[in-house]
């Protein structure tokens, strides 16, 4: 859910590329983009910035949000700010209610509208367990199956900490099944949980791997050591006690709220979507209005608001300074890294901690400036018509925000590179890269085909990478400490880890890692196969009937008896591929919309494509006997091309995970 636009609104077009590979030379894989995360600035700015008061910030929202939602399609924004203790604005902007239902536009009140807050709700979920680690009932190191009553999937002897679960660290591979949908009927954490849950596909503590699952995992915890289901924990402990009164993890709404929620949309011309479920609630399915959340960073700032601080000062402080170092992640650590629970997103020198998140209509950023005592909250309920619409406003606003009233300090540490071995670094860099966020247990496998990042050399010492993150378009960077790597013009960082004289991961941002792409499943070599093997047997089936018609026409006496059943096999064998190559593009279609593929289709899918798999012994049988018969070189060669077609198809479908046991996504 943080930012899962990604998965979701471009996950869709994302597996429409999975179709072009299928019938043609595209290429891709399907990759988180965070909003940034940075460092230090490019370069050194005045200190003094524009004084955050109210009247300076509503008038900045004023000129900037207005025109922003005109232009993006997005129906509604809703914002709040707070500093030095106090909130400073809560405002509205666009429509809670289009209107297209019917009904007359309702524009977006900050105090009592609510809004989906997606994985910006993962930072209440890590509060409650710092709560139980602040009263001795939880420990961040101990293995989490001390807590658990069901066995967690573990494939190394490490053992899984709340630390780990809170930092993404766990080594679990994505999980899209039940993600969000619109059932409203009652949602049970614990079967959600137990039922396929995903590999676990890293040592813990080493790759950051975005997961909803290890958050959902730690929210189970608080409820199994609580005694208290975790929605009513959190309520009375979160919640109620920072003064959230209007904010609820229940779902669907609780009566007294239901009026005041927020229609989400596609775009403000599209009609209101149903409200979402999301499936396991810990890690996204706050709703809340922006009032309520100006009083969660003032809470999370440690100042006084509600009735009762959330976590005391030792434990805040722990919650909010990294929490994994050199001792598990290497050279990772030497660029930003998660707390237990925050984002480091720091900008200007300024120290920053944040969450963004998503559901499929819903677009929030948190962030807070602990050494500075402020914050900034936006919320968007509408898609935008642009792929990137959301992520860019919000990135335009909490960028400007800091760029605005917390400018870089002019006195920015520089730490000197020697050249040689910058260049040096960049030429072990080079290569293809894929995201750690993945499925590598499945038929999922082949979505790693889109969205690669290709990272080359520059001017000799710098690294180009395609695209950049974020973006469409390629970014620069240069090396600014060892293994450590700022882009070129702007602010984003990235580190490195190489080991015998090979980069093994790029770290995008605290959750976000690149990781080389194996020899085998290089686009360069996956995508030719694939696509020339579906060629090859869309052709063959194609010259069946005309093959037929043109006999029939000059009188030609029809194929001889002769090898007839190997020919008939290997009929099958092509039709089966074809058939599951095209169930697949429409299941991964139908999954990437957070759509249910019925387990009985996955496994239809698969039976034909392994009919297509073992259809090449009757292929090999076919090509032998028209050999041995001299039937031509023409028949030679097609029993050849389609020989080579099938094991092609059959190599990608075994590489890819496509007769993989498991179904689970």
């Known amino acids: 859910m943080r930012r899962h636009r990604r998965v979701v609104r471009l996950g869709a077009v994302l597996a429409i590329a999975v179709v072009i590979a299928v019938s043609a030379a595209g290429c891709g894989a399907p990759q988180h983009h965070p909003a940034p995360h940075v460092d230090a600035p490019a370069a050194p700015a005045a200190a003094s910035g524009s004084a955050l008061t109210d009247t300076d910030v509503n008038a900045w929202l004023d000129g900037l949000l207005p025109a922003a939602l005109d232009r993006t399609g997005i129906a509604g924004a809703t914002v709040a700010v707070v500093n030095d203790g106090k909130i400073i604005t809560t405002r509205g902007y666009g429509y809670a209610d289009t209107g297209t239902g019917g009904n007359g536009a309702v524009p977006v009140d900050p105090d009592r509208h609510l809004f989906r807050m997606g994985s910006v709700s993962k930072l209440v979920t890590a509060t409650a367990v710092l709560q139980l680690v602040q009263s001795g009932k939880l420990d961040l190191d101990a293995d ?22 809170l930092t993404h660290t766990a080594g679990f591979e994505e999980r899209i099944a039940g993600l969000i949908g619109t059932d409203g009927g009652n949602v049970n954490l614990r079967r959600a949980l137990m039922t396929d849950p995903p590999e676990q596909i890293y040592e813990p503590g080493t790759v950051p791997a975005y997961s909803n699952y290890s958050n959902a995992l730690a929210g189970y915890i608080v409820e199994r050591v609580s005694g208290t289901r975790f929605e009513e924990y959190v309520q009375r402990n979160i919640l109620d ?75 805040r402080e722990l919650m909010q300074r990294p929490a994994l170092d050199s001792t598990s992640l290497g050279t990772l650590a030497d660029g930003p890294r998660m707390t237990l629970g925050f984002f480091a997103e720091d900008r200007n020198g300024h120290r920053i901690l944040g969450h963004g998140g998503d559901t499929k209509y819903f677009h929030s950023h948190l962030q807070i400036y602990p050494d500075d005592r402020a914050g900034i909250f936006l919320s968007l309920n509408s898609n935008g018509s642009g792929a990137l619409d959301s992520n860019e406003l919000r990135e335009s606003i909490v960028n400007g925000f800091a760029d605005r009233y917390f400018p870089a300090r002019d006195d920015q540490p520089t730490v000197g590179v020697d050249p040689a071995t910058t260049a040096e670094h960049a030429a072990l860099a080079a290569g293809t890269y894929e995201s750690s966020r993945a499925v590598r247990s499945n038929f999922l496998t082949a979505i790693g085909l889109v969205g690669r990042t290709t990272v080359s050399v520059a001017d000799g010492d710098r690294l180009l990478l395609e695209p950049g993150p974020l973006s469409d378009s390629p970014a620069l960077y240069e090396e600014v400490a060892p293994w450590v790597w700022r882009e070129v013009g702007g602010q984003r960082t990235i580190a490195m880890r190489a080991t015998d004289d090979r980069v093994e991961a790029i770290s995008l941002d605290p959750a976000f890692t690149l990781l080389p792409v194996e020899a085998a499943r290089a686009s360069t070599v996956a995508v030719p196969v694939l696509a020339l093997s579906t060629v090859v047997l869309l052709l063959a089936v194609l010259s069946w009937p005309v093959g037929a018609i043109v006999r029939r026409r000059l009188g030609r006496a029809p194929r001889e008896r002769a090898g007839r059943t190997a020919r008939i096999l290997s009929r099958l064998a ?15 279609i139908s999954i990437m919309s957070l759509q249910d593929v019925p387990g009985a289709a996955l496994r239809t899918i698969q039976v034909l494509q392994l009919v297509g798999l073992l259809g090449v012994v009757p292929a090999t049988v076919r090509l032998v006997d028209d050999v041995r018969r001299h039937v031509g070189w023409r028949r030679i060669a097609g029993s050849s091309l389609i020989l080579v077609a099938l094991a092609g198809a059959g190599w990608f479908a075994v590489e890819f995970h496509l007769l993989a046991p498991s179904i689970s996504y």
Not at 144 to 165: I, K, Q
Not at 574 to 588: D, K, R
């Open 574 to 588: 092509v039709a089966g591929t074809l058939l599951a190559f095209a169930g697949w593009v429409l299941s991964i």
């Open 241 to 315: 006690r920072a003064g959230m009164p209007s904010s609820t993890f229940e779902q669907p709404l609780p009566a007294a709220l239901r009026d005041r929620m927020s229609n989400g949309y596609d775009t403000s011309a599209g009609p209101a979507a149903p409200f979402e479920i999301v499936g396991t609630p810990p890690p996204g399915a706050l709703s809340a209005p922006a009032t309520d959340m100006a009083r969660f960073m003032l809470a999370q700032l440690g100042e006084p608001v509600g009735f009762a601080p959330l976590l005391d000062q030792p434990t």
């Open 144 to 165: 989490v199956t001390t807590y658990l009553d069901f066995d967690l999937p573990r494939h190394y002897e490490r053992a899984v900490t709340l630390r780990h679960l």
